[in-house]
């Protein structure tokens, strides 16, 4: 079921990420994870949000129905830390992100994605140091970025538990660890 999924996404993307990239629609960064903190939802404001919570952001739509995205969202959050990382990004600047996403260290090096929604993604350390090398995965990153913020859509659109279990499978498959060979 989980390929069937995969499958399905990975064509819409390459159905819709050409004409995203001419629109600059997805915003691709890098950057060292200088420091981690794990705070508790009710006071975690700072930081540019990240992973399942900034779905509540989601576009209106016809299709969606804001009470159950609303609930399948807080399915997916309501046990979950949350973590603020301060990110050094590759171009000088510093960054704070906040997200579900527990598992990064101080020196990790990760990709920042902006598409409708924020992902961070685990990615080889040389692509932090080496300008070229973050050039020549550019397009693969754009289109690894479009596929997680599609599976991030499904968490939104599923109307059964079945359905989120299924959406959060493609929501970690596409958008968590992708340490690219260079």
């Given at each position: 079921?989980?390929?069937?999924?995969?499958?399905i996404?990975?064509?819409?993307?390459?159905?819709?990420c050409?004409?995203?990239?001419?629109?600059?629609a997805?915003?691709?960064?890098?950057?060292?994870i200088?420091?981690?903190t794990e705070?508790?939802?009710?006071?975690?404001?700072q930081g540019?949000?990240?992973?399942?919570?900034?779905?509540?952001?989601?576009?209106?739509?016809?299709?969606v129905d804001?009470?159950?995205?609303?609930?399948?969202?807080d399915q997916?959050?309501?046990?979950?830390?949350?973590?603020?990382?301060?990110?050094?990004?590759?171009?000088?600047?510093?960054?704070?992100?906040?997200?579900?996403k527990?598992?990064f260290v101080?020196?990790d090096?990760?990709?920042?994605?902006?598409?409708?929604?924020?992902?961070?993604?685990?990615?080889?350390?040389?692509?932090?140091?080496?300008?070229?090398k973050?050039?020549?995965l550019?397009g693969?990153q754009?289109?690894?970025?479009?596929?997680?913020?599609?599976?991030?859509?499904?968490?939104?659109?599923?109307?059964t538990?079945?359905?989120v279990?299924?959406?959060?499978?493609a929501?970690?498959?596409?958008c968590?660890?992708?340490?690219p060979?260079i």
């Amino acid at each position: 079921m989980n390929k069937l999924i995969a499958t399905i996404i990975f064509a819409l993307c390459l159905a819709g990420c050409t004409t995203q990239n001419k629109g600059s629609a997805i915003s691709l960064e890098y950057g060292k994870i200088l420091s981690k903190t794990e705070v508790t939802a009710a006071n975690s404001t700072q930081g540019t949000v990240a992973g399942y919570r900034e779905l509540r952001k989601a576009p209106k739509s016809p299709i969606v129905d804001k009470n159950r995205a609303e609930g399948n969202i807080d399915q997916l959050t309501a046990d979950k830390a949350q973590f603020i990382y301060t990110i050094a990004k590759t171009n000088g600047s510093t960054e704070k992100f906040r997200t579900e996403k527990g598992f990064f260290v101080e020196r990790d090096c990760v990709s920042i994605e902006k598409t409708t929604y924020t992902n961070l993604r685990l990615v080889d350390d040389n692509v932090c140091r080496d300008l070229k090398k973050q050039q020549a995965l550019a397009g693969t990153q754009r289109i690894k970025a479009k596929q997680c913020e599609l599976a991030k859509r499904q968490v939104i659109l599923a109307q059964t538990d079945r359905e989120v279990f299924n959406a959060n499978e493609a929501v970690i498959s596409m958008c968590q660890f992708n340490r690219p060979k260079i």
